[in-house]
Structure formats: C-alpha cells, structure tokens
C-alpha cells in the first residue's frame, strides 16, 4: 500500500462517515497516522477530532508533544480520562507488583465512543505486531457493544471498503495495517528531516494568509513485500526474462538445463515443469 493509498483512505473515511475520529496515543504508530491525517487535508485543518484515551500514567513529555501538536496544526481535541473513571466508580484500578491501567482503557473507549457519537476511529494497528491484528481489516467492523468478530468481516477485494453500519454500530480504520514496523521508522525519519520544517511554514502561511510553500517531497518508504527479484539486483535472470518474474537458476548446470529446455520451446513460467526445470530437479 502506497503513501497515496494511505491518503485515500482517511480522506474516503472523512467523506464517507459523520463523525470520524483519529485516537492518538503518542506512540510511533498514532503519530503516523497523525501525520498522514494532517497531509491528507494540507493546507487545511483536520476536519475531525483526535481522541486520546488518558490512563493518567503518561510520562509529561507525552502530554507535551500532544498538546504542540494540537497547538501547532488547529487540531480538536477529546480527553477520556480512566482517572476519572475510576473516580467515578466506573472502572476499578489493578493492583499489585504488575498492575496495569491498560484493559480499563477499553471501558473508557466505548463509554467516549457512544457520549459523542462517534461512528468511525482511525487507528495505528497493523498486521505484522501479532495474529490477532493479522486479521483485522482496513475498515474493521464492530458492533453495537464494541465487539470485533473475525468471521463478521467484510470483503476488501481491490481495495474497495464497505462502510456501512446500523446506529450504535461504528468502525475501526487502520490506514496502515499493511506496513511494517521498518516502514514505521523509515516514515518517522524521512518525516523528521524533510516534512516537519515545511509543515510548520505552510501552516504559518496558511493562516496569515500569504501564498503556502512549495509541496514538500513525500516520505519514502521501504517496499512492504520484498520479493526475490528485489532483493538483489546482481542475481542471474534468464535472458528476456520480464522484470516481474522470479530469477531463474543460481548453479551452472541448472542454468544449462534451463537454456535446453527453452531451446527446445516446452518452458513455460509458472507451469511446475518449469519451475522443477529451473530449480534442476
């Protein structure tokens, strides 16, 4: 999935629900959702809210960045407090050498999710961090409790997403569920030293008025699915071989047995003769 991909999706999902949101957690995944969010409507202002679910265990720093970030591109803001959950008699705090206020996040969720009617939430999942997420599609459905079935999925063939629900019904995007943690990286780095300067002059442009910057060069990342061919470029391949196909036999005499079988015209890509051919089997 391509930077464009990544884009379409967010703008698809800002035109297509009511009321979207982004949940931001300041870790790397979230930030790069973010940042895709505020390039998908550059020069504008992102036209949904960022939600961030508070356990209260934040290091400052976190908070911080939060805050600049919201100073910096005009962003709206939601806070669910599992502190005040707690103090609420909502939600009853862990205790012990290991406990955590991590599972007491999800009954805020859904509590901020039905007070603003929210119907859609842009999340920093992707499939590579466990089996679980490997399942998860980009449009992720739940219902009206919250819930994620893997087998009530819909179909996302050519990248076409169904984004229908019934009231109290929302959906969950990842419009980065096909990258890799490398690709996260890779993102944060290209960002950091190409991005982040132009975007902070745009928005200054923008809202003094004057004519916006340049368009800056956008983030490059690492192919998602590395394949043979793109592996190394020093590999043989056949002679007239497209550049599509896989590279044809490293040893000498199965490069022999290969060249004697498209002599005789029986190869064929693909077909398993070929491939035992090619592997000289």
């Known amino acids: 999935m391509s930077d464009d991909e990544d884009l379409f999706i967010i703008r698809e999902v800002a035109a297509e629900f009511e009321r979207p949101a982004l949940l931001f957690s300041g870790g790397k995944d979230s930030i790069v959702v973010l940042h895709l969010a505020i390039r998908a409507f550059a020069p504008a202002r992102v036209p949904f809210p960022i939600m961030h679910i508070d356990t209260g265990h934040n290091f400052s720093e976190v908070i911080e960045f939060r805050d600049r ?10 806070v669910a407090s599992v502190q005040d959950a707690i103090d609420a008699g909502k939600a009853v705090e862990e205790t012990g050498p290991r406990s955590s206020r991590n599972r007491l996040q999800t009954g805020v969720l859904l509590d901020a999710i039905e007070h603003h009617r929210f119907d859609a939430l842009f999340g920093g999942a992707r499939r590579d961090e466990e089996k679980a997420r ?11 409790f919250g819930q994620w079935d893997p087998k ?13 629900y019934k009231p109290g019904e929302h959906m969950r995007v990842f419009p980065i569920s096909n990258w890799t943690e490398l690709d996260v990286w890779n ?6 030293t190409s991005s982040s300067p132009w975007r902070t002059k745009r928005w200054s442009d923008a809202r003094s008025g004057s004519a916006p910057s340049a368009t800056p060069p956008a983030p490059e990342r690492s192919n998602r699915r590395p394949t043979a061919w793109t592996r190394s470029s020093t590999r043989w391949r056949p002679p007239g071989s497209p550049s599509g196909v896989l590279p044809g036999p490293t040893t000498e005499p199965a490069r022999r047995r290969w060249k004697t079988g498209r002599k005789r015209g029986t190869s064929n890509h693909g077909s398993p003769a070929f491939c035992h051919r090619r592997l000289g089997r």
């Open 69 to 78: 970030m919201v100073e910096r591109h005009g962003l709206r803001l939601v």
């Open 134 to 144: 490997a399942k998860e599609r980009v449009y992720s459905f739940r219902d009206e």
């Open 152 to 164: 009530g999925q819909r179909p996302e063939l050519w990248s076409l997403y169904n984004g229908r």
């Open 187 to 192: 993102y944060i780095r290209d960002a950091a």
